[in-house]
């Protein structure tokens, strides 16, 4: 199992950068897919990036060239670099893991706890 504690967030003007951190604990960190999703109110949650034990990288299309997904292995820490914020963007943000490689996909099995998100323009 995993446990996923998330930190960051918060209230940025539009433009602007914020750093999500998810720090994981319990099982091997390195040995599952990671994930970033967020979920607009009423909708369902949808995948913002991903990446794998290797290092690959998947991003939905909104947020590429945008959003930076990046994992500590030694500190078992997952980040999400958010630049250029826009008023779309706003959301409440989670972590997520699972052995299986969905990537974007909000089938994961581990979640965090969440972390709202505000963009103001």
């Known amino acids: 199992q995993v446990q996923l504690l998330q930190s960051g967030g918060g209230s940025v003007q539009s433009g602007g950068s914020l750093r999500l951190s998810c720090a994981a604990s319990g099982d091997s960190f390195s040995t599952y897919y990671m994930g970033w999703f967020r979920q607009f109110p009423g909708k369902e949650r949808e995948g913002v990036a991903a990446i794998g034990s290797g290092g690959r990288a998947s991003y939905a299309d909104s947020v590429r060239g945008r959003f930076t997904i990046s994992q500590d292995n030694a500190k078992n820490m997952l980040y999400l670099q958010m630049n250029s914020l826009k008023p779309e963007d706003p959301a409440m943000y989670f972590c997520?893991?699972?052995?299986?490689?969905?990537?974007?996909?909000?089938?994961?099995?581990?979640w965090g706890q969440g972390t709202q998100v505000t963009v103001s323009s």
């Open positions: 997520a893991a699972d052995r299986v490689g969905w990537w974007l996909l909000p089938h994961q099995t581990y």
